[in-house]
């Protein structure tokens, strides 16, 4: 009887499991897709608020506890974070195409930016941003970095708001820069007036070009910051993106006055690239060194730019720096607190860590970090989005699997 009774509910169970609804195989989320996520997420707040003329009013403003200068630091927050995230998202605004989630997506972007820039320079807006004073300098120069990399931009500013941002960028002329990175900042600004057909100060950008090429170059695709060599990202923050743009804005005017230096600008930036793609640990850390660590996926704005212009070096596969990268992204924007419940950045690399700030750092200035979704200007039927998913140099390596050893590059 219970043998009995034991295979009916067998048979039962059987049943019922076959009148189950198989499931369905959910794919998994494209690289792209939590690209886009993560971005919408750390830009969101910045643009749609100074679009609305409300950045000063809803953006919450932490200094560094080390702070240097905090009533200045308070004012010049607003730039740091507009013209930071601008210099990120340009090249996806520039961007044509996509499904329908991302064309709607870049719509409402594009039009935010279009007015989160005419706020910016109105000198009757509440969100009107200094342009004087030292620190503007350097985020008026993202801001025309992001202008350079999106023409759509530029081309689509009604003409007094395109009046208004040579009046802002010309004001920054005041402003002597330290003998350091900051040569290149007065540098971009100018080749913003030279790729838009303005007269430009060719001495600046000279003067930025000339002494990282002739004085600054240490070796093995690496430039000193200055006089002196740092072991930080500043190769990545500014120094080898902002080269690489001001020589192609030049070249928008047919100017040819460097070609005696592209060349081997190549070379030191493929390597320096290669370099970086071999700085991602397996889980997507990375050496914590040097001053600036807060700008989280930001230390990697170079390998990012490489991608984006497709120059990569021939060791490194599109679809392996794409894997790099997300991990990278992932790392550093999915820690508990990396966000304040209203969405704002934290000061942090891994989560919300004030301690790891130098006496500069702001919540506006750690949205550098938005330079690491450059490749999103890339459309999504490009090799970097539709390879399949490769292994990167310390997942291979520490993964037990054979590989080339790496060498240095003398550059001549």
């Not at 200068?69 to 210099?87: H, M, P």
């Not at 230096?261 to 930036?269: A, G, L, N, T, W």
């Amino acid at each position: 009887m219970k043998k009995r009774i034991i295979t009916i509910c067998l048979v039962v169970v059987s049943l019922l499991l076959q009148a189950q609804p198989a499931k369905k195989n959910t794919p998994p989320v494209s690289d792209r897709k939590i690209w886009l996520q993560q971005l919408d997420k750390l830009a969101r707040p910045v643009l749609s608020n100074l679009a609305a003329g409300t950045l000063r009013e809803k953006m919450p403003v932490t200094l560094s506890p080390k702070v240097d200068n905090a009533a200045n630091r308070s004012q010049v927050a607003y730039l740091e974070a507009f013209g930071r995230v601008l210099a990120g998202i340009a090249p996806w605004l520039n961007l044509e195409g996509g499904d329908a989630e991302e064309v709607a997506l870049r719509n409402q972007y594009r039009e935010w930016a279009l007015k989160a820039i005419a706020q910016a320079v109105d000198t009757g807006s509440k969100d009107y941003m200094r342009f004087t004073g030292g620190q503007p300098l350097v985020d008026a120069s993202f801001m025309a970095l992001g202008l350079v990399r999106c023409p759509w931009l530029w081309e689509h500013l009604e003409s007094k708001v395109q009046q208004d941002v040579v009046r802002a960028f010309k004001a920054t002329r005041s402003i002597v820069p330290g003998y350091s990175n900051w040569i290149l900042f007065s540098g971009m600004i100018e080749a913003f007036f030279c790729k838009y057909g303005m007269e430009y100060d060719g001495v600046r950008i000279d003067y930025g070009v000339r002494e990282f090429a002739n004085h600054w170059y240490v070796g093995d695709g690496v430039y000193s910051d200055g006089m002196q060599y740092h072991w930080d990202y500043y190769n990545s923050y500014v120094i080898q993106p902002y080269l690489s743009n001001i020589f192609d804005a030049l070249r928008t005017r047919n100017a040819r006055a460097y070609d005696w230096y592209v060349p081997k600008f190549d070379q030191i930036s493929k390597r320096y690239a290669v370099i970086q793609e071999r700085l991602i640990n397996t889980d997507g850390t990375f050496p914590i060194t040097g001053r600036s660590i807060t700008y989280r996926g930001g230390a990697f704005h170079h390998l990012a730019d490489m991608s984006l212009r497709k120059q990569l070096p021939q060791e490194l596969k599109p679809a392996q720096v794409r894997g790099a990268l997300t991990a990278v992204i992932k790392k550093t924007l999915e820690a508990p607190a990396t966000f304040t419940k209203d969405g704002w950045l934290s000061i942090g690399l891994y989560g919300n860590q004030p301690g790891l700030a130098e006496g500069y750092i702001n919540t506006g200035s750690v949205y550098l970090c938005t330079t690491v979704f450059l490749p999103l200007g890339l459309p999504d039927t490009d090799e970097f989005w539709t390879a399949p998913a490769a292994p990167w140099t310390a997942v291979k390596v520490w993964s037990g699997q054979d590989m080339s050893a790496d060498h240095a590059v003398e550059v001549r």
